[in-house]
């Protein structure tokens, strides 16, 4: 992308008070777009741990700030906590003689697919595509349909490809289940990929469990070995797990996209 020299980066993600894993790959990215000198200064803020939401503007010097959500969907974060805290009034907020974008989340970017098959790939590498089963794996929830939408789509846009025998969506709180991968699954390699932007308590405690790959929630300290054991002979077939989507160092890439198409979309207001 073009720098930005005269104006300011938020990168927002949810955090956690548990789970320090969780913020990880949020200040991983904003270093490393710190590196890369696009803009003139880039901050992190949370909405479960310190930077905390209400405070991060007051740390930026820029007059021009790009607000950009750390989040695989839409949904109650991005639509209602984010805008709340910062007091934004929409996707272009003017507060004194700041102008706030608020961009869309990293999770729409059209190259989250490719990301997705990336994953999929690198944890599987020896693996026919034509005799495996790809589950995106999302949390999924009867509260607010969006948190499944945004998996939904991935598995949708990777089953047209036809690069896999088989490519479905799974959730931890919703049908499908990801503890019914075996019996709704066919193929002797099943590959499962995490839809989440860190490796937090889901990634290495929840879903372990509920493949069945795990007996107990194993702690913070084991997370790596989780991902290592490829692949899991279970009930003579193969699983691969891999870690979750957002740890992956391309993400910085989308979250530059993120910027640019914000610009392109709201050319006409930015102008005027």
Sequence with gaps: MS????SGLVLVGHGSTLNPDS???TFQHADEIKRRRLFAEVHCAFWKEEPGLREVLRMVECQDVYVVPNFISEGY????IIPRELELTGHLTRRGSKLIKYCEPV?????????LLHRAREVAPSVDPGRSSLLIV???TNLNERSAEAARFQ???IRAKKLYAEVSEAYMEEAPLIAKWMENTSQPNVIVVPFFIADGLHSYQDI???LGIESDPTGAASQN???RRNPYELSGRKLFYDGSIGTEKLMVDVILDTVERFDEQHRSALVT
């Design 23 to 25: 913020s990880a790959p």
């Design 3 to 6: 720098e930005r020299p005269s």
């Design 138 to 140: 999302a949390h999924g």
């Design 77 to 80: 974060f991005t639509e209602t």
């Design 155 to 157: 598995a949708e846009s």
């Design 225 to 227: 070995q989780v991902f």
């Design 208 to 210: 372990p469990v509920l």
């Design 107 to 115: 999770g729409k970017d059209y190259r989250m697919t490719d990301l």
